[in-house]
């Protein structure tokens, strides 16, 4: 089945400093997702990336999916305390009709 | 962005009653919801998918008959966890998938926490 890997599991940072988590996946994708899950919270869509190479920003966030369309990452640029939470990719193969979430990276940051 | 929603948020039973969830999109139809399961700082786990008029789809290791999901309209998928024991405790969460601008978007219900005694 599908296999996807998402490191680092957790990331503690000082406000200001980036952050970036990986979703690396076994097997070529359909779409990769992201969603943000604040503690106590549930699961909030980011974006979906769908081209091969596709890059895109929202604000300090900027997302990216790779040339094979095996891997992906979300880069934080001088992140603050309100971007605090659990990153999650969720993977989709192609004609598959659901979504296979990564384990997460829980970031923190310190004012 | 699209509404669901989810209830109860939280609730406690003895063990061997059943327990419903009911999972509803607001403001938009969804030919198909997912339950998931997510243990504390983990990620995540599908354990079924929702098709409005069918069966639903579960995971390999799912007990079928230990969660029965109903999906009886485009607005409501029901998640019913039969004779709850304490391994059973856990927040279990719906989404709904929309389509839009051929983006799958998954839209996530606030999740039940449920703890059986």
């Known amino acids: 089945g599908q296999q996807v890997m998402q490191i680092p599991q957790y990331q503690h940072v000082q406000e200001g400093e980036d952050f970036t988590t990986y979703c690396n996946s076994s097997?070529?994708?359909?779409?990769i997702q992201w969603y943000k899950q604040r503690p106590g919270g549930h699961p909030v869509f980011l974006i979906q990336?769908?081209?091969?190479?596709e890059v895109k920003k929202q604000k300090r966030l900027t997302f990216q999916f790779g040339e094979a369309k095996k891997n992906s990452s979300l880069h934080i640029t001088a992140t603050q305390t309100t971007d605090v939470g659990t990153y999650f990719c969720?993977?989709?193969?192609?004609?598959?009709?659901?979504?296979?979430f990564g384990d997460g990276t829980t970031l923190t940051v310190k004012p | 962005g699209a509404v669901v929603s989810q209830h109860p948020s939280w609730v406690i039973c003895k063990s061997g009653t059943s327990v419903k969830i009911e999972c509803r999109s607001l403001?938009?139809?969804?030919?198909?919801m997912f339950w998931y399961r997510q243990f504390p700082k983990q990620s995540l786990m599908l354990m079924a998918t929702?098709?409005?008029?069918?069966?639903?789809?579960?995971e390999q290791g799912v007990e079928k008959d230990k969660f029965l999901i109903n999906h009886a309209s485009l607005t409501l998928s029901t998640l019913t966890v039969t004779s709850a024991h304490p391994e059973d405790s856990s927040f279990y969460i719906c989404?709904?998938?929309?389509?839009?601008?051929?983006?799958?978007?998954?839209?996530f219900g606030s999740g039940t926490q449920l703890s059986v005694l």
């Open positions: 097997t070529t994708l359909s779409n």
């Open positions: 990336l769908v081209k091969s190479g």
């Open positions: 929702s098709n409005e008029g069918s069966k639903a789809t579960y």
């Open positions: 989404s709904a998938q929309t389509v839009d601008r051929m983006n799958e978007k998954l839209f």
């Open positions: 403001d938009f139809q969804a030919t198909t």
């Open positions: 969720a993977v989709s193969e192609a004609n598959a009709g659901k979504s296979t």
